[in-house]
């Protein structure tokens, strides 16, 4: 009910108003009605003022003490009209009358300065709305008041009203421009002044050519006495929104109409009078006018080119310099010692993911602010879009600009913190804008893929992007001409050795550089996407090799299959529901499958975990891999649907030496019993590492020890890969046998 105060205070006052027509004009009765609307609009501000926003407070104190002089002046007036009979001029009520102007201008001037800021901008607008105005208001009106012969004491009080309209009109122009305007309550008021404003130049216009006995224009004080009331009493006016954004550079076709007309009053105003009286225009005040206008538009547009400048020139966001203006900035520091950094943040998409764009748009404001911070004079820091920034540096010293974005970021509820590649070039030896970019970005990307911080340009890191370019390529012509195959690596039981699963992996036999290593090929189709199209091969090689495999072999079959998916895929839409065809397609149950993601793939992704929760609901199992290397494994642990751990093998590699691989080698396995998770040992090469493994409570491990990755697992000759796995393993002293034997010889020679 409250909320609506404001709606029922309206249509009370509209009523009040109609109520006032219907009474006979001049009546005693109709002037206690007009008198009774303005006092209680008056009570009404004085009972709202004290409960504003604190800092929008004094605003409506004024607009209270402003509306209490104007009701004031109209019950004196009334006072004189039906009691005294008289109706001087001037009197007490206009004393009144032009002391609540002053009043309500101020307040107006006070609550725009609270919505929406100081802006230059804004206040030349009104200035030239206001001066363009008070022209014609003087020509039209205060001129033939001020030669009208009248006492100088009335002539003064007569000029002072239409002056305090262009003063009212300028505060209205100011409060369309502020933007404020988008509240309803501002709205209200804005339309509370202009209806004043125009009831006050229009009462002053035909007093000045015959006399007013009451009419349409006590509509226009009475409908503003409600609406600056209903302004008060509406609760976007106690509420107030952020600050307004003020009309920049973007100036809409209302605004622009308004100031050139504004701008066009003075010749306007010499063009009439130099028709109806060619002999008598009045050239001082036009000429000045002129002027003020000429002076006023210049700044304006001056004004508006730096908005416009500044548009094109610094981005949007953050108010750094962008890409065009650090271009520039570089193409003048061509062939000095100067520096161009190229700053990728490496997390900010999983924030993204996790947090919502509106948390991302405010990290990219806090970098922008802390790169800012430690910029010496000279220094140039640019955000080039996205989650790119850049520093032209004619000092060179990167390092202060690397450790600021070391300390978390505090946005919002959120403590961040963002690892950041940085790539560092010279301006030297080149002489286009566009080379030192290239080179920070070759080096910024060598960084991202090295794990390092910080990496200056050098040639070899060109040959290496080259050769990239060039993998990538040759990429395409692999997948097209089918130089790809799989081979099978066998995870075993121990402390049997047998083969319970397999794990997928890719090989490429190029035709000129024969086999080409997946750590050189999987990084460059990451990079340009090819990783989508590829994992997809493998994933249905992989699939319709095991449906085969369960087919021919049987019983001896391995239990499942194991497939690396990459982050890239498990972020394309629909990737559940390509597994689920390619299983339809191959015949191969789900619970044969296991899908291998990194903790790197998952760990800056809603979208990688939806998608993995969508592939085990099908009945795919997952598989951590590489786990204990990534951000935050355990953490991870709570969130992503994990079936088994497969340990990477730097925990393993010394797992019978003391330190801490042995240390995190028996905590992870302590920690998969107590999650029900299967844990894989990856990297097992001998018997000793087989050994301590089986110890500590491992039961599945996989490495060259028990057989290297095979093309298939049936050959030619009928026997399959599986027999000669089983037999090498068998022939090595089972995990179980040593220890064994280890206790019998303990206890012999005790």
Known sequence: MRGKLWMWWTVAGVLATVGYFLLPIGSLAAGLVYDGLGASAATVLLAVAPRQAAKERPAWWLFAAGMLLWSSGDAVYTYYAHVLHQDPFPSVADALYLAAYPLLASGVFVLVRQRAGRSRAAVLDASIVATGAGLVLWTFLMQPIAHDGSAIGTRVVALAYPAFDALLLAMLARLFVSGAVRDAGIGLLATSLALLNCADVMYSIVTSYTSYGGGLFDAGWMLSYVLWAAAGLHPSSRAPRAKAREARATVGWVRLLTLASSSLLAPGVLLV?????????????????????????????????????????????????????????????????????????????GINDRLGHGVGDRLLIAVAERLRSVARPGDTVARLGGDEFALLLPGGDVAAYAEALERPFQVGSHRLLVRASVGVADCLGTGEEFEPLRRADVAMYAAKKTGGRVLRYDTALDRQASEHAELGAELRTALDESQFFMAYQPIVALPSGETVAVEALVRWRHPLRGLVSPADFVPVAEHNGLIVELGAWILRESCARMAHWRATLGADAPQRVSVNVSARQLSEPGFAESVAAVLADTGLPPRHLVVEVTETAVFDSDTALDTLRAVRALGVRIALDDFGTGHSSLGLLQTAPVDILKVDKSFVDHVGTPGRQAVIARALID?????????????????????????????FVQGYLYGRPAPDLVRSSGQHQLTAWTAAARRRPAPADRLDRRRQEAASTG
């Open 273 to 349: 009078q130099g028709v109806t009286r060619p002999h008598d225009i009045d050239w001082l005040p036009v000429g000045a006018c002129a002027v003020v206008l000429f002076l006023l538009v210049g700044v304006r547009m001056a004004g508006l080119v730096r908005q416009v400048h500044r548009l094109a020139m610094l981005d949007d966001l953050t108010g750094l310099a962008n890409r065009r203006e650090l271009e520039a900035r570089i193409r003048a520091a061509l062939d000095t010692p100067a520096t161009v950094a190229l700053i990728d943040l490496d997390d900010f998409k």
């Open 671 to 699: 920690v998969s019993n107590h999650l029900q998770l299967t844990a894989i040992a990856e990297g097992v090469e001998t018997a000793a590492q087989a050994e301590e493994l089986y110890r500590l409570g491992y039961r």
